[in-house]
């Protein structure tokens, strides 16, 4: 929680600014426009600063989750209780749960700045990828929250997917990961969730499949995430994509003997 302390204590607050620091400051009641402007004038302006990511993705997961959740026209409960489940699951203080709805908030109101957020977003982020994909299957479970996927939420994912470099065929790849888990009607069903899961069709080699394998557990490992600055409350988030992926693969891998 070493970036909320920052952030509080108003250091964080001249190294931010932009649309996230803008969404932040409102979240907040704070002033964060100028950041960017200053801390561009000093060498020690640092867009991939481990505490300025945290509160980069703290900022744009759950203002941009406000806006996924508004796509078709309407706010459902279950797309709150999403949000409230991932504040739960981050065991926010009441502090930050506060500003997380605060940030869900303004993501609802019209004139959401979202590619000028995303693109902010990637740049703070050096472009990380696993940072960006767990951000994406974050949207993703919100988008699906109410059991339906609406077609302006379709189109919001697969932009969102676009503006951080995820080809379509990715995109479709992570509402197996990012979605909610559906109730296998038979052992078949289940089998076919698990191949969706990794990412391989039933063709795949073993040695094709244990590649997938390893590949998702690396991205979504908790430790290397939080050093590429998933805020250290995500990392429960992290921990139960690793258990979907082993338990996914250990489906596969007894299907085949």
């Known amino acids: 929680m070493a970036w909320w302390g920052t952030l509080l204590g108003g250091t964080l607050g001249y190294m ?17 426009d100028r950041g960017i402007t200053l801390t561009d004038r000093h060498a020690g302006f640092d867009p991939g600063q481990q505490e300025r990511v945290q509160a980069a993705f703290f900022t744009a997961t759950f203002s941009v ?3 996924v959740a508004k796509a078709d026209g309407k706010v459902t409960r279950d797309e709150i209780s999403a949000a409230e489940t991932i504040m739960s699951q981050m065991q926010l203080d009441p502090q ?17 700045p979202l590619q000028d957020v995303l693109v902010q977003f990637r740049r703070e982020c050096h472009r990380r990828h696993n940072l960006e994909q767990i951000f994406l299957e974050i949207q993703i479970a919100t988008a699906m929250a109410d059991g339906t996927l609406h077609t302006a939420e379709r189109k919001i994912i697969f932009g969102i997917g676009a503006t951080l470099g995820f080809s379509p065929a990715d995109v479709e790849h992570l509402f197996s990961l990012g979605g909610p888990q559906r109730p296998a009607q038979n052992r078949g069903q289940a089998l076919e969730q698990a191949y969706e899961i990794l990412g391989v069709d039933s063709n795949a080699t073993d040695a094709e499949v244990k590649k997938a394998y ?16 998933l805020p250290e409350e995500m990392i429960r988030l992290a921990t139960e994509k690793t258990q979907r992926i082993k338990a996914a693969y250990e489906r596969v891998k007894d299907s085949r003997g």
């Open 16 to 32: 931010f600014g932009g649309p996230l620091g803008a969404l932040l400051g409102a979240a907040l009641g704070r002033n964060f």
């Open 65 to 67: 989750m406000g806006h």
């Open 96 to 112: 930050q749960r506060k500003a997380a709805k605060q940030l869900f908030n303004e993501g609802k109101k019209a004139g959401f």
């Open 214 to 229: 390893r590949r998702l557990m690396s991205q979504h490992h908790p430790d290397k995430l939080i050093a590429k600055g």
